[in-house]
Protein backbone atom coordinates (compact mmCIF):
# COMPACT_ATOMS: atom_id res chain seq x y z
CA UNK A 1 0.00 0.00 0.00
CA UNK A 2 0.92 3.63 -0.26
CA UNK A 3 0.42 6.36 2.23
CA UNK A 4 -2.41 7.44 1.10
CA UNK A 5 -3.95 3.79 1.33
CA UNK A 6 -4.17 3.25 -2.33
CA UNK A 7 -2.51 0.24 -4.04
CA UNK A 8 0.80 1.07 -5.29
CA UNK A 9 1.63 0.03 -8.54
CA UNK A 10 4.95 -2.01 -9.34
CA UNK A 11 7.52 0.05 -11.08
CA UNK A 12 9.20 -3.42 -12.87
CA UNK A 13 6.05 -5.25 -14.06
CA UNK A 14 2.83 -5.36 -14.32
CA UNK A 15 0.08 -4.05 -12.11
CA UNK A 16 -0.52 -3.60 -7.95
CA UNK A 17 1.90 -5.01 -5.59
CA UNK A 18 0.79 -7.82 -3.81
CA UNK A 19 -1.63 -8.97 -6.78
CA UNK A 20 -0.61 -11.92 -8.78
CA UNK A 21 0.26 -15.52 -7.69
CA UNK A 22 1.53 -15.78 -4.54
CA UNK A 23 4.64 -17.44 -3.73
CA UNK A 24 3.13 -21.11 -3.69
CA UNK A 25 1.15 -20.50 -7.00
CA UNK A 26 4.30 -19.82 -8.18
CA UNK A 27 6.07 -22.66 -7.14
CA UNK A 28 3.54 -24.63 -8.45
CA UNK A 29 3.42 -22.98 -11.79
CA UNK A 30 7.33 -23.61 -12.00
CA UNK A 31 6.82 -27.35 -11.24
CA UNK A 32 4.07 -27.44 -14.12
CA UNK A 33 6.18 -25.71 -16.56
CA UNK A 34 9.83 -27.71 -15.36
CA UNK A 35 7.08 -31.15 -15.95
CA UNK A 36 6.01 -29.95 -19.15
CA UNK A 37 9.20 -29.09 -20.83
CA UNK A 38 11.35 -32.15 -19.26
CA UNK A 39 13.83 -29.89 -16.85
CA UNK A 40 16.04 -31.18 -14.65
CA UNK A 41 15.17 -28.81 -11.77
CA UNK A 42 12.43 -27.05 -10.98
CA UNK A 43 13.52 -22.86 -11.47
CA UNK A 44 13.17 -20.93 -8.33
CA UNK A 45 11.45 -17.61 -8.75
CA UNK A 46 14.13 -14.59 -8.78
CA UNK A 47 13.15 -11.89 -6.15
CA UNK A 48 11.35 -8.58 -7.26
CA UNK A 49 14.00 -5.93 -7.19
CA UNK A 50 13.33 -2.71 -4.52
CA UNK A 51 14.08 0.41 -5.48
CA UNK A 52 16.41 0.53 -2.45
CA UNK A 53 19.10 -1.81 -4.57
CA UNK A 54 18.69 0.78 -7.41
CA UNK A 55 21.14 3.39 -8.17
CA UNK A 56 19.73 5.38 -11.20
CA UNK A 57 21.45 7.67 -13.15
CA UNK A 58 21.72 11.26 -11.49
CA UNK A 59 19.27 13.52 -13.40
CA UNK A 60 20.86 15.32 -16.30
CA UNK A 61 19.03 18.47 -16.55
CA UNK A 62 16.65 20.55 -13.68
CA UNK A 63 12.94 21.91 -14.50
CA UNK A 64 12.70 25.83 -14.25
CA UNK A 65 11.26 27.03 -11.42
CA UNK A 66 8.12 27.70 -13.54
CA UNK A 67 7.95 23.88 -13.66
CA UNK A 68 9.32 22.71 -10.90
CA UNK A 69 6.13 21.92 -9.26
CA UNK A 70 4.88 19.70 -11.65
CA UNK A 71 8.09 17.50 -12.23
CA UNK A 72 9.73 14.77 -9.84
CA UNK A 73 13.13 13.23 -10.00
CA UNK A 74 12.11 10.48 -7.30
CA UNK A 75 13.90 7.49 -7.91
CA UNK A 76 11.24 4.83 -7.85
CA UNK A 77 9.10 7.19 -9.74
CA UNK A 78 11.95 7.40 -12.78
CA UNK A 79 12.96 3.52 -12.43
CA UNK A 80 8.71 3.05 -12.64
CA UNK A 81 8.68 5.20 -15.90
CA UNK A 82 11.83 3.54 -17.48
CA UNK A 83 10.14 0.84 -19.37
CA UNK A 84 7.04 -0.30 -20.50
CA UNK A 85 5.31 -3.70 -19.73
CA UNK A 86 6.45 -5.99 -22.84
CA UNK A 87 8.54 -9.26 -21.81
CA UNK A 88 12.48 -8.08 -22.50
CA UNK A 89 10.95 -5.21 -20.19
CA UNK A 90 10.18 -7.00 -17.52
CA UNK A 91 13.07 -9.31 -17.59
CA UNK A 92 15.62 -6.47 -17.88
CA UNK A 93 13.18 -4.94 -14.58
CA UNK A 94 14.15 -7.77 -12.68
CA UNK A 95 17.64 -8.15 -13.49
CA UNK A 96 17.77 -4.44 -11.67
CA UNK A 97 18.94 -3.22 -15.02
CA UNK A 98 17.96 0.48 -14.65
CA UNK A 99 20.67 2.11 -16.72
CA UNK A 100 18.91 4.22 -18.91
CA UNK A 101 16.20 5.72 -16.61
CA UNK A 102 14.08 9.37 -17.87
CA UNK A 103 15.99 12.25 -16.01
CA UNK A 104 12.19 14.01 -14.96
CA UNK A 105 9.26 12.80 -14.74
CA UNK A 106 6.51 15.82 -15.63
CA UNK A 107 2.74 15.70 -14.77
CA UNK A 108 0.59 18.43 -16.37
CA UNK A 109 -2.35 19.36 -14.89
CA UNK A 110 -4.20 20.89 -17.94
CA UNK A 111 -3.06 21.70 -21.59
CA UNK A 112 -1.12 24.98 -20.92
CA UNK A 113 0.94 23.05 -18.62
CA UNK A 114 1.18 20.72 -21.40
CA UNK A 115 2.73 23.34 -23.32
CA UNK A 116 4.91 24.99 -20.91
CA UNK A 117 6.69 21.44 -21.09
CA UNK A 118 6.85 21.18 -24.41
CA UNK A 119 8.39 24.88 -25.00
CA UNK A 120 10.97 24.16 -22.37
CA UNK A 121 11.90 20.68 -23.49
CA UNK A 122 11.93 22.67 -27.19
CA UNK A 123 14.57 25.08 -25.94
CA UNK A 124 16.24 22.78 -24.12
CA UNK A 125 16.81 20.13 -26.69
CA UNK A 126 15.72 17.84 -24.20
CA UNK A 127 13.55 14.55 -25.29
CA UNK A 128 9.94 14.63 -24.42
CA UNK A 129 7.99 11.14 -24.13
CA UNK A 130 4.17 11.37 -23.84
CA UNK A 131 3.16 8.37 -21.31
CA UNK A 132 -0.15 7.54 -20.62
CA UNK A 133 -0.56 4.03 -18.43
CA UNK A 134 3.24 2.89 -19.77
CA UNK A 135 1.51 -0.72 -21.05
CA UNK A 136 3.63 -0.08 -24.00
CA UNK A 137 4.94 -3.90 -25.02
CA UNK A 138 6.94 -2.28 -28.17
CA UNK A 139 9.46 -0.02 -26.20
CA UNK A 140 7.30 3.04 -27.19
CA UNK A 141 7.61 4.87 -23.90
CA UNK A 142 11.45 3.70 -23.42
CA UNK A 143 13.93 6.84 -23.40
CA UNK A 144 16.13 6.45 -26.58
CA UNK A 145 20.47 5.79 -25.77
CA UNK A 146 21.99 8.52 -25.97
CA UNK A 147 23.06 11.60 -24.27
CA UNK A 148 20.15 14.16 -24.57
CA UNK A 149 18.30 14.61 -21.43
CA UNK A 150 14.73 12.90 -21.36
CA UNK A 151 11.46 14.32 -19.91
CA UNK A 152 8.08 11.76 -19.57
CA UNK A 153 5.38 13.65 -19.48
CA UNK A 154 3.00 11.48 -17.71
CA UNK A 155 -0.82 12.20 -18.31
CA UNK A 156 -2.27 11.00 -14.67
CA UNK A 157 -3.11 13.98 -13.62
CA UNK A 158 -5.42 14.88 -16.98
CA UNK A 159 -8.05 12.24 -15.67
CA UNK A 160 -11.50 13.82 -16.33
CA UNK A 161 -14.75 13.12 -18.70
CA UNK A 162 -15.11 17.43 -19.27
CA UNK A 163 -18.44 17.19 -20.93
CA UNK A 164 -21.12 14.86 -22.09
CA UNK A 165 -23.31 15.56 -25.30
CA UNK A 166 -26.59 13.05 -24.48
CA UNK A 167 -27.84 14.13 -27.82
CA UNK A 168 -25.01 12.96 -30.09
CA UNK A 169 -24.20 10.24 -27.74
CA UNK A 170 -20.44 11.61 -27.23
CA UNK A 171 -17.86 12.75 -24.51
CA UNK A 172 -14.70 15.03 -24.23
CA UNK A 173 -12.28 13.16 -22.49
CA UNK A 174 -9.10 14.40 -21.03
CA UNK A 175 -6.15 12.01 -22.48
CA UNK A 176 -5.11 10.69 -19.12
CA UNK A 177 -7.77 8.92 -17.63
CA UNK A 178 -7.17 5.24 -17.02
CA UNK A 179 -9.82 3.02 -18.25
CA UNK A 180 -11.67 1.85 -14.82
CA UNK A 181 -11.77 5.85 -14.15
CA UNK A 182 -13.41 7.09 -17.48
CA UNK A 183 -15.88 4.29 -17.23
CA UNK A 184 -16.64 5.20 -13.80
CA UNK A 185 -17.51 8.97 -14.50
CA UNK A 186 -19.74 7.36 -17.80
CA UNK A 187 -21.25 5.18 -15.62
CA UNK A 188 -23.98 7.12 -14.10
CA UNK A 189 -25.09 8.54 -17.44
CA UNK A 190 -26.30 4.90 -18.74
CA UNK A 191 -23.46 5.39 -21.48
CA UNK A 192 -19.41 3.60 -22.04
CA UNK A 193 -16.93 3.68 -24.16
CA UNK A 194 -17.04 -0.04 -24.45
CA UNK A 195 -13.26 0.00 -25.63
CA UNK A 196 -11.58 -3.09 -23.13
CA UNK A 197 -8.09 -3.51 -24.17
CA UNK A 198 -6.88 -6.60 -21.89
CA UNK A 199 -4.33 -3.30 -20.37
CA UNK A 200 -7.64 -1.57 -19.57
CA UNK A 201 -7.15 -1.14 -16.08
CA UNK A 202 -3.45 0.33 -16.65
CA UNK A 203 -3.49 2.06 -19.95
CA UNK A 204 -5.14 4.99 -21.00
CA UNK A 205 -7.81 7.25 -23.38
CA UNK A 206 -4.49 9.06 -25.10
CA UNK A 207 -2.64 5.89 -24.91
CA UNK A 208 -5.26 4.15 -27.10
CA UNK A 209 -5.36 6.71 -29.41
CA UNK A 210 -1.87 6.97 -29.64
CA UNK A 211 -0.95 3.86 -30.21
CA UNK A 212 -4.61 2.61 -32.50
CA UNK A 213 -5.83 0.28 -29.57
CA UNK A 214 -8.05 -2.42 -30.13
CA UNK A 215 -10.29 -3.09 -27.47
CA UNK A 216 -11.45 -7.11 -26.65
CA UNK A 217 -14.96 -6.64 -29.27
CA UNK A 218 -14.54 -9.05 -31.86
CA UNK A 219 -16.31 -7.19 -34.78
CA UNK A 220 -17.83 -4.11 -35.78
CA UNK A 221 -15.83 -1.14 -32.97
CA UNK A 222 -12.62 -3.01 -32.63
CA UNK A 223 -9.51 -0.24 -33.33
CA UNK A 224 -10.08 3.06 -30.90
CA UNK A 225 -9.73 5.14 -34.50
CA UNK A 226 -14.00 3.62 -34.69
CA UNK A 227 -15.12 5.87 -31.56
CA UNK A 228 -12.84 9.17 -32.30
CA UNK A 229 -14.84 12.23 -33.26
CA UNK A 230 -12.29 14.74 -32.80
CA UNK A 231 -9.28 15.90 -31.09
CA UNK A 232 -6.83 18.58 -29.55
CA UNK A 233 -3.41 17.61 -30.02
CA UNK A 234 -0.45 20.05 -28.74
CA UNK A 235 2.85 20.08 -30.87
CA UNK A 236 5.75 21.82 -30.44
CA UNK A 237 4.40 24.27 -33.15
CA UNK A 238 1.11 25.00 -31.51
CA UNK A 239 -1.40 23.33 -30.81
CA UNK A 240 -4.11 20.89 -33.46
CA UNK A 241 -7.72 20.81 -32.97
CA UNK A 242 -10.45 18.80 -35.31
CA UNK A 243 -13.97 19.81 -35.41
CA UNK A 244 -16.32 17.98 -34.13
CA UNK A 245 -18.13 15.66 -37.02
CA UNK A 246 -19.96 12.19 -37.40
CA UNK A 247 -18.33 11.95 -40.85
CA UNK A 248 -16.37 14.36 -43.19
CA UNK A 249 -15.19 14.15 -46.52
CA UNK A 250 -13.33 17.40 -46.60
CA UNK A 251 -9.44 15.96 -47.62
CA UNK A 252 -7.71 13.45 -45.27
CA UNK A 253 -8.63 13.61 -41.90
CA UNK A 254 -6.66 15.56 -39.29
CA UNK A 255 -7.54 12.90 -37.27
CA UNK A 256 -6.07 10.06 -39.32
CA UNK A 257 -2.96 11.81 -38.51
CA UNK A 258 -2.46 11.79 -34.84
CA UNK A 259 -4.19 8.40 -34.45
CA UNK A 260 -1.82 5.94 -34.04
CA UNK A 261 1.53 8.49 -34.04
CA UNK A 262 2.85 7.14 -30.79
CA UNK A 263 3.92 10.41 -29.21
CA UNK A 264 6.12 11.03 -32.41
CA UNK A 265 3.75 14.00 -33.55
CA UNK A 266 2.23 15.71 -30.50
CA UNK A 267 0.60 15.29 -27.12
CA UNK A 268 -2.71 13.99 -27.63
CA UNK A 269 -4.75 16.25 -24.45
CA UNK A 270 -8.43 15.47 -24.97
CA UNK A 271 -10.26 14.05 -27.43
CA UNK A 272 -13.90 13.91 -28.09
CA UNK A 273 -15.28 9.95 -28.23
CA UNK A 274 -18.21 8.17 -29.83
CA UNK A 275 -20.09 6.38 -26.65
CA UNK A 276 -22.73 3.85 -26.41
CA UNK A 277 -25.12 2.81 -24.04
CA UNK A 278 -25.16 0.57 -21.54
CA UNK A 279 -25.20 -3.38 -22.83
CA UNK A 280 -28.62 -5.18 -20.96
CA UNK A 281 -28.85 -8.21 -22.60
CA UNK A 282 -25.56 -10.57 -23.47
CA UNK A 283 -25.22 -13.96 -24.64
CA UNK A 284 -22.51 -16.15 -25.13
CA UNK A 285 -21.49 -19.76 -26.32
CA UNK A 286 -18.39 -22.18 -26.69
CA UNK A 287 -18.47 -24.07 -29.84
CA UNK A 288 -15.43 -26.66 -30.18
CA UNK A 289 -13.53 -27.46 -33.97
CA UNK A 290 -11.55 -30.51 -34.88
CA UNK A 291 -8.52 -27.90 -35.54
CA UNK A 292 -8.09 -24.43 -36.13
CA UNK A 293 -8.47 -24.07 -39.91
CA UNK A 294 -11.80 -26.43 -39.36
CA UNK A 295 -12.82 -23.16 -36.85
CA UNK A 296 -11.08 -20.63 -38.76
CA UNK A 297 -13.73 -21.49 -41.79
CA UNK A 298 -16.60 -21.04 -39.30
CA UNK A 299 -15.45 -17.97 -38.24
CA UNK A 300 -14.90 -16.48 -41.58
CA UNK A 301 -18.89 -17.67 -42.46
CA UNK A 302 -19.47 -15.41 -39.31
CA UNK A 303 -17.64 -12.62 -40.31
CA UNK A 304 -18.95 -12.13 -43.13
CA UNK A 305 -22.83 -12.99 -42.06
CA UNK A 306 -23.43 -9.06 -41.01
CA UNK A 307 -24.05 -10.65 -37.63
CA UNK A 308 -21.34 -8.60 -35.66
CA UNK A 309 -20.58 -10.47 -32.92
CA UNK A 310 -18.81 -8.75 -29.68
CA UNK A 311 -16.88 -11.80 -28.90
CA UNK A 312 -15.36 -14.26 -31.47
CA UNK A 313 -12.43 -15.61 -30.59
CA UNK A 314 -11.06 -19.01 -31.95
CA UNK A 315 -8.59 -20.44 -29.65
CA UNK A 316 -6.29 -23.48 -31.28
CA UNK A 317 -6.16 -26.41 -29.19
CA UNK A 318 -2.97 -25.27 -26.96
CA UNK A 319 -4.31 -21.92 -26.73
CA UNK A 320 -7.89 -23.71 -25.28
CA UNK A 321 -5.93 -25.95 -22.80
CA UNK A 322 -3.58 -22.92 -21.31
CA UNK A 323 -6.40 -21.41 -20.58
CA UNK A 324 -8.52 -23.69 -19.13
CA UNK A 325 -11.24 -23.28 -21.85
CA UNK A 326 -10.51 -26.60 -23.43
CA UNK A 327 -9.05 -30.02 -22.76
CA UNK A 328 -6.33 -29.26 -25.53
CA UNK A 329 -7.89 -32.18 -28.18
CA UNK A 330 -9.63 -29.27 -29.75
CA UNK A 331 -10.00 -25.68 -30.67
CA UNK A 332 -12.29 -23.48 -29.14
CA UNK A 333 -14.62 -20.69 -30.45
CA UNK A 334 -16.07 -18.42 -27.53
CA UNK A 335 -18.75 -16.28 -29.07
CA UNK A 336 -21.18 -13.49 -27.70
CA UNK A 337 -23.67 -10.52 -28.83
CA UNK A 338 -24.85 -7.92 -26.69
CA UNK A 339 -27.05 -4.94 -27.00
CA UNK A 340 -28.56 -2.50 -25.18
CA UNK A 341 -31.14 -2.16 -27.45
CA UNK A 342 -32.88 -5.55 -28.70
CA UNK A 343 -32.53 -9.42 -27.07
CA UNK A 344 -29.63 -11.38 -29.68
CA UNK A 345 -31.47 -14.49 -29.36
CA UNK A 346 -31.38 -14.63 -32.93
CA UNK A 347 -27.96 -13.68 -33.89
CA UNK A 348 -26.83 -16.03 -31.63
CA UNK A 349 -29.14 -18.92 -32.87
CA UNK A 350 -28.08 -18.17 -36.28
CA UNK A 351 -24.37 -17.67 -35.43
CA UNK A 352 -24.33 -20.90 -33.94
CA UNK A 353 -25.89 -22.94 -36.73
CA UNK A 354 -22.95 -21.43 -38.79
CA UNK A 355 -20.70 -23.28 -37.09
CA UNK A 356 -22.69 -26.54 -37.05
CA UNK A 357 -22.55 -25.91 -40.85
CA UNK A 358 -18.61 -26.05 -40.56
CA UNK A 359 -18.04 -28.56 -38.09
CA UNK A 360 -18.71 -27.03 -35.21
CA UNK A 361 -20.43 -29.11 -31.96
CA UNK A 362 -22.44 -27.07 -30.29
CA UNK A 363 -23.85 -28.23 -26.46
CA UNK A 364 -27.50 -28.48 -25.83
CA UNK A 365 -28.76 -24.73 -24.51
CA UNK A 366 -25.81 -23.14 -25.25
CA UNK A 367 -26.00 -19.48 -25.93
CA UNK A 368 -29.04 -18.30 -23.90
CA UNK A 369 -29.37 -14.76 -23.53
CA UNK A 370 -29.11 -13.32 -20.16
CA UNK A 371 -30.08 -9.73 -18.62
CA UNK A 372 -27.65 -9.97 -16.32
CA UNK A 373 -23.62 -9.46 -15.93
CA UNK A 374 -23.45 -13.01 -15.54
CA UNK A 375 -23.96 -14.01 -19.18
CA UNK A 376 -20.58 -14.91 -20.64
CA UNK A 377 -18.92 -15.74 -16.92
CA UNK A 378 -19.75 -19.53 -16.70
CA UNK A 379 -17.63 -22.42 -18.16
CA UNK A 380 -15.26 -22.37 -20.66
CA UNK A 381 -16.22 -18.81 -21.74
CA UNK A 382 -15.75 -17.59 -18.02
CA UNK A 383 -12.45 -19.70 -18.17
CA UNK A 384 -11.08 -18.00 -21.09
CA UNK A 385 -12.20 -14.64 -19.62
CA UNK A 386 -10.25 -14.94 -16.04
CA UNK A 387 -7.16 -16.56 -18.07
CA UNK A 388 -7.42 -13.09 -20.27
CA UNK A 389 -7.97 -10.97 -17.28
CA UNK A 390 -5.36 -12.86 -14.92
CA UNK A 391 -2.70 -13.38 -18.03
CA UNK A 392 -0.47 -9.48 -17.40
CA UNK A 393 0.25 -10.81 -13.72
CA UNK A 394 0.97 -14.68 -15.02
CA UNK A 395 3.75 -12.93 -17.37
CA UNK A 396 5.62 -11.74 -14.19
CA UNK A 397 6.21 -14.57 -12.96
CA UNK A 398 6.79 -16.75 -15.81
CA UNK A 399 9.89 -13.97 -16.56
CA UNK A 400 10.92 -14.70 -13.02
CA UNK A 401 11.16 -18.12 -13.02
CA UNK A 402 13.32 -18.19 -16.24
CA UNK A 403 10.86 -18.45 -18.91
CA UNK A 404 10.35 -17.30 -22.44
CA UNK A 405 6.96 -15.69 -22.32
CA UNK A 406 5.83 -13.05 -24.99
CA UNK A 407 3.19 -12.95 -27.57
CA UNK A 408 2.66 -11.17 -31.15
CA UNK A 409 -0.14 -10.79 -33.14
CA UNK A 410 -0.98 -9.70 -36.78
CA UNK A 411 -3.66 -9.46 -39.68
CA UNK A 412 -3.88 -11.35 -42.75
CA UNK A 413 -6.87 -11.49 -45.50
CA UNK A 414 -8.79 -14.67 -45.37
CA UNK A 415 -7.13 -16.23 -48.67
CA UNK A 416 -3.82 -15.79 -47.23
CA UNK A 417 -4.61 -17.16 -43.92
CA UNK A 418 -3.74 -20.65 -44.09
CA UNK A 419 -0.63 -19.90 -45.83
CA UNK A 420 0.39 -17.57 -42.88
CA UNK A 421 -0.14 -19.29 -40.32
CA UNK A 422 1.86 -22.62 -41.38
CA UNK A 423 4.54 -20.53 -42.16
CA UNK A 424 4.31 -18.55 -38.86
CA UNK A 425 3.59 -21.17 -36.94
CA UNK A 426 6.45 -23.16 -37.90
CA UNK A 427 9.09 -20.60 -37.92
CA UNK A 428 8.12 -19.86 -34.76
CA UNK A 429 8.04 -23.26 -33.24
CA UNK A 430 11.20 -23.90 -35.31
CA UNK A 431 13.19 -20.76 -33.50
CA UNK A 432 11.88 -22.07 -30.15
CA UNK A 433 13.17 -25.49 -30.53
CA UNK A 434 16.48 -24.10 -31.81
CA UNK A 435 17.56 -21.51 -29.13
CA UNK A 436 14.92 -23.16 -26.18
CA UNK A 437 15.33 -26.81 -26.78
CA UNK A 438 11.76 -27.14 -26.19
CA UNK A 439 8.60 -24.39 -26.10
CA UNK A 440 5.01 -23.86 -26.70
CA UNK A 441 3.53 -21.78 -29.94
CA UNK A 442 -0.13 -21.15 -29.52
CA UNK A 443 -2.92 -19.09 -31.52
CA UNK A 444 -5.95 -17.50 -31.11
CA UNK A 445 -7.91 -14.63 -33.03
CA UNK A 446 -8.49 -11.44 -30.94
CA UNK A 447 -10.39 -9.50 -34.10
CA UNK A 448 -12.12 -10.80 -37.00
CA UNK A 449 -13.14 -8.99 -40.25
CA UNK A 450 -14.97 -9.82 -43.10
CA UNK A 451 -11.81 -9.57 -45.04
CA UNK A 452 -9.50 -11.51 -42.59
CA UNK A 453 -8.81 -12.53 -39.52
CA UNK A 454 -6.37 -10.69 -36.78
CA UNK A 455 -4.16 -13.84 -35.30
CA UNK A 456 -2.28 -13.81 -31.83
CA UNK A 457 0.60 -16.16 -31.03
CA UNK A 458 1.54 -16.71 -27.63
CA UNK A 459 5.01 -18.33 -27.13
CA UNK A 460 6.39 -19.69 -23.82
CA UNK A 461 9.73 -21.77 -23.37
CA UNK A 462 12.34 -22.62 -20.61
CA UNK A 463 14.77 -19.21 -21.32
CA UNK A 464 18.36 -19.97 -19.95
CA UNK A 465 19.12 -17.31 -16.86
CA UNK A 466 21.32 -13.96 -18.13
CA UNK A 467 19.95 -15.18 -22.15
CA UNK A 468 16.29 -14.93 -21.97
CA UNK A 469 16.65 -11.23 -24.12
CA UNK A 470 18.90 -12.83 -26.50
CA UNK A 471 16.56 -15.59 -27.12
CA UNK A 472 13.25 -13.97 -27.25
CA UNK A 473 15.09 -11.70 -30.08
CA UNK A 474 15.97 -14.59 -32.01
CA UNK A 475 12.58 -15.97 -31.75
CA UNK A 476 11.02 -12.49 -32.66
CA UNK A 477 12.73 -12.16 -35.41
CA UNK A 478 12.23 -15.01 -36.70
CA UNK A 479 8.08 -14.40 -36.29
CA UNK A 480 8.89 -11.30 -37.63
CA UNK A 481 10.28 -12.40 -40.86
CA UNK A 482 8.19 -14.56 -41.35
CA UNK A 483 4.86 -12.54 -40.56
CA UNK A 484 6.35 -9.75 -43.30
CA UNK A 485 7.49 -12.86 -45.95
CA UNK A 486 3.76 -13.89 -46.10
CA UNK A 487 2.06 -10.72 -46.20
CA UNK A 488 0.87 -9.88 -42.45
CA UNK A 489 1.14 -6.70 -40.89
CA UNK A 490 3.62 -6.32 -38.72
CA UNK A 491 1.48 -5.13 -35.73
CA UNK A 492 -2.52 -5.11 -35.52
CA UNK A 493 -2.62 -3.30 -32.35
CA UNK A 494 0.35 -3.42 -30.07
CA UNK A 495 1.99 -0.35 -32.16
CA UNK A 496 5.13 -0.05 -33.61
CA UNK A 497 7.25 1.31 -30.88
CA UNK A 498 11.06 1.36 -31.49
CA UNK A 499 10.82 -2.82 -31.25
CA UNK A 500 8.88 -3.39 -34.51
CA UNK A 501 10.36 -0.47 -36.45
CA UNK A 502 12.87 -2.80 -38.60
CA UNK A 503 9.73 -4.96 -40.16
CA UNK A 504 7.44 -1.71 -40.15
CA UNK A 505 9.98 0.47 -41.96
CA UNK A 506 9.76 -2.33 -45.08
CA UNK A 507 6.41 -2.73 -44.23
CA UNK A 508 5.67 0.96 -45.08
CA UNK A 509 5.62 2.43 -48.85
CA UNK A 510 8.66 4.68 -48.67
CA UNK A 511 6.81 7.77 -50.23
CA UNK A 512 4.57 7.83 -47.05
CA UNK A 513 7.54 7.22 -45.05
CA UNK A 514 8.74 10.68 -46.27
CA UNK A 515 5.49 12.89 -46.17
CA UNK A 516 5.59 11.02 -42.42
CA UNK A 517 9.21 12.35 -41.92
CA UNK A 518 8.36 16.12 -43.68
CA UNK A 519 5.24 16.10 -40.95
CA UNK A 520 7.58 15.07 -38.23
CA UNK A 521 10.02 18.46 -39.43
CA UNK A 522 7.18 20.79 -39.47
CA UNK A 523 5.40 19.75 -36.02
CA UNK A 524 8.03 18.99 -34.21
CA UNK A 525 11.30 20.77 -36.50
CA UNK A 526 14.13 19.73 -33.16
CA UNK A 527 13.02 16.22 -32.93
CA UNK A 528 12.16 15.94 -29.49
CA UNK A 529 9.20 13.72 -29.71
CA UNK A 530 9.94 10.68 -28.87
CA UNK A 531 12.34 10.06 -31.29
CA UNK A 532 13.34 6.28 -32.59
CA UNK A 533 9.68 5.40 -32.44
CA UNK A 534 7.64 5.32 -35.83
CA UNK A 535 9.60 7.16 -38.19
CA UNK A 536 13.57 8.63 -37.58
CA UNK A 537 16.94 7.19 -37.82
CA UNK A 538 17.50 6.92 -33.84
CA UNK A 539 19.41 3.34 -33.55
CA UNK A 540 17.37 1.30 -31.98
CA UNK A 541 18.27 0.32 -28.78
CA UNK A 542 18.56 -3.46 -29.86
CA UNK A 543 20.36 -2.43 -32.71
CA UNK A 544 23.56 -4.51 -31.54
CA UNK A 545 21.85 -7.95 -31.15
CA UNK A 546 19.99 -7.04 -34.15
CA UNK A 547 23.44 -6.88 -36.06
CA UNK A 548 24.64 -9.97 -35.20
CA UNK A 549 21.03 -11.59 -36.18
CA UNK A 550 21.86 -9.97 -39.49
CA UNK A 551 25.39 -11.30 -40.06
CA UNK A 552 23.48 -14.77 -39.22
CA UNK A 553 21.39 -13.90 -41.99
CA UNK A 554 18.47 -14.22 -40.25
CA UNK A 555 17.44 -10.37 -39.96
CA UNK A 556 17.74 -8.37 -43.62
CA UNK A 557 19.31 -5.00 -43.12
CA UNK A 558 16.58 -1.80 -43.10
CA UNK A 559 16.45 -0.06 -46.29
CA UNK A 560 17.52 3.44 -46.68
CA UNK A 561 14.57 5.80 -46.45
CA UNK A 562 13.42 8.24 -44.28
C1 LIG B 1 -0.83 -7.18 -20.51
C2 LIG B 1 -1.04 -6.28 -21.69
C3 LIG B 1 -2.17 -6.43 -22.45
C4 LIG B 1 -2.38 -5.59 -23.55
N1 LIG B 1 -3.52 -5.74 -24.27
C5 LIG B 1 -3.76 -4.92 -25.31
C6 LIG B 1 -4.97 -5.03 -26.05
O1 LIG B 1 -5.85 -5.82 -25.73
N2 LIG B 1 -5.14 -4.19 -27.10
C7 LIG B 1 -4.19 -3.27 -27.44
O2 LIG B 1 -4.39 -2.54 -28.38
N3 LIG B 1 -3.03 -3.16 -26.76
C8 LIG B 1 -2.79 -3.94 -25.71
N4 LIG B 1 -1.63 -3.81 -25.00
C9 LIG B 1 -0.65 -2.79 -25.39
C10 LIG B 1 -0.90 -1.42 -24.70
O3 LIG B 1 -1.69 -1.58 -23.55
C11 LIG B 1 -1.57 -0.45 -25.66
O4 LIG B 1 -0.63 -0.09 -26.64
C12 LIG B 1 -2.16 0.80 -25.00
O5 LIG B 1 -2.94 1.48 -25.94
C13 LIG B 1 -1.12 1.74 -24.43
O6 LIG B 1 -1.79 2.70 -23.62
P1 LIG B 1 -1.00 3.46 -22.46
O7 LIG B 1 -1.91 4.49 -21.92
O8 LIG B 1 -0.47 2.48 -21.48
O9 LIG B 1 0.15 4.14 -23.28
P2 LIG B 1 1.72 4.16 -23.00
O10 LIG B 1 2.24 2.79 -22.89
O11 LIG B 1 2.01 5.09 -21.89
O12 LIG B 1 2.24 4.81 -24.35
C14 LIG B 1 2.15 4.10 -25.57
C15 LIG B 1 2.57 5.01 -26.72
O13 LIG B 1 1.64 6.06 -26.85
C16 LIG B 1 2.26 7.33 -26.62
N5 LIG B 1 1.32 8.12 -25.84
C17 LIG B 1 0.73 7.79 -24.66
N6 LIG B 1 -0.12 8.76 -24.28
C18 LIG B 1 -0.08 9.72 -25.24
C19 LIG B 1 -0.72 10.97 -25.42
N7 LIG B 1 -1.62 11.45 -24.55
N8 LIG B 1 -0.41 11.71 -26.51
C20 LIG B 1 0.47 11.26 -27.41
N9 LIG B 1 1.12 10.08 -27.28
C21 LIG B 1 0.84 9.32 -26.22
C22 LIG B 1 3.55 7.03 -25.93
O14 LIG B 1 4.53 8.00 -26.20
C23 LIG B 1 3.91 5.67 -26.51
O15 LIG B 1 4.52 5.81 -27.77
C24 LIG B 1 -1.41 -4.62 -23.89
C25 LIG B 1 -0.27 -4.47 -23.09
C26 LIG B 1 -0.09 -5.28 -21.99
C27 LIG B 1 1.12 -5.11 -21.14
Redesign the pocket.
Known sequence: MSANGKPRRKFWG?GYEGRGPSEEQQRRIAELLAGRFGLAAVPEAIPAPRVEDLSLRAPRLDPPSSLAALCSTDAEDRAGHTY??SFRDVVRALARDFANPPDVIARPRDENDVAALLDWCDAARAIA?????????VG??EPPAGDRPVVTID?ERMGRVVEIDRTSRAARIE?GVYGPALEEQLRPHGLTLRHF???FE???L???I??R??G?FATLYTHIDDFVESLRVVTPRGTVASRRLPGSGAGPSPDRMFIGS??AL???TEAWMRLQDRPRWRASASVSFADMLAGAEAVRAISQSGLAPTNCRLLDPGEAMTSGAGAGDAAILVIGFESADHRPDAWMVRALELCRDHGGTVADGAGATRDDESGGREGAVGAWRKAFLD??YLRDTLAAIGMVSETFETAITWDRFPELHAGVTAATQDAVNRVCGAGQVNCRFTHVYPDGPAPYYSVIAPGKRGSQLQQWAEIKAAASEALIRLGGTITH???V?RDHRPWYDRQRPDPFARALAAAKRELDPNQIL?PG?LLDRTERRDAPALRALASLGRVPPRPAGA
Open positions: WGKIPYGGGSSVGTLAPQSFSTGGWATSGHEGGVVGPHHAGNV
